[in-house]
Nanobody, 123 residues
Framework: VQLQACGGGLVQAGGSLRLSCAAS????????LGWFRQAPGKEREFVAA??????VYRDSVKGRSTISRDIAKNTVYLQVNSLKPEDTAVYYC???????????????????WGQGTQVTVSS
């Protein structure tokens, strides 16, 4: 499956962005979907994913982020509100099959990745 992420940009603190990730090659049906991010000089970190049909988030974005998907459009979204400068990173979408629940938090568990989209939050 090929993933294409978009929707990043430069936004002021307190603003919002909706990132999109479209899949081609295969339908998302049956795949686990998630978002990660990587700031300069830091490791790639989990942001959000669907786990056993439920959305899970890292603590720092919980309450101000929503992951959603449109199966018909083969697209997964990440809405982030109340953006903070520490949210600045390249955001990646990821997909995989047969991921066990405990494994979704590690980027090494995910076989398919989008190219990333830059999110920059100015203070």
């Amino acid at each position: 499956v090929q993933l294409q992420a978009c929707g990043g940009g430069l936004v002021q603190a307190g603003g919002s962005l909706r990132l999109s990730c479209a899949a081609s090659g295969r339908t998302f049906s049956g795949y686990v979907l998630g978002w990660f991010r990587q700031a300069p000089g830091k490791e790639r970190e989990f942001v959000a994913a669907f786990k056993s049909g439920n959305a899970v988030y890292r603590d720092s974005v919980k309450g101000r982020s929503t992951i959603s998907r449109d199966i018909a459009k083969n697209t997964v979204y990440l809405q982030v509100n109340s953006l903070k400068p520490e949210d600045t990173a390249v955001y990646y979408c990821a997909a995989g099959r047969s991921l066990i629940s405990s494994a979704i938090y590690s980027p090494t568990s995910w076989p398919y990745w989008g190219q990333g989209t830059q999110v920059t939050v100015s203070s």
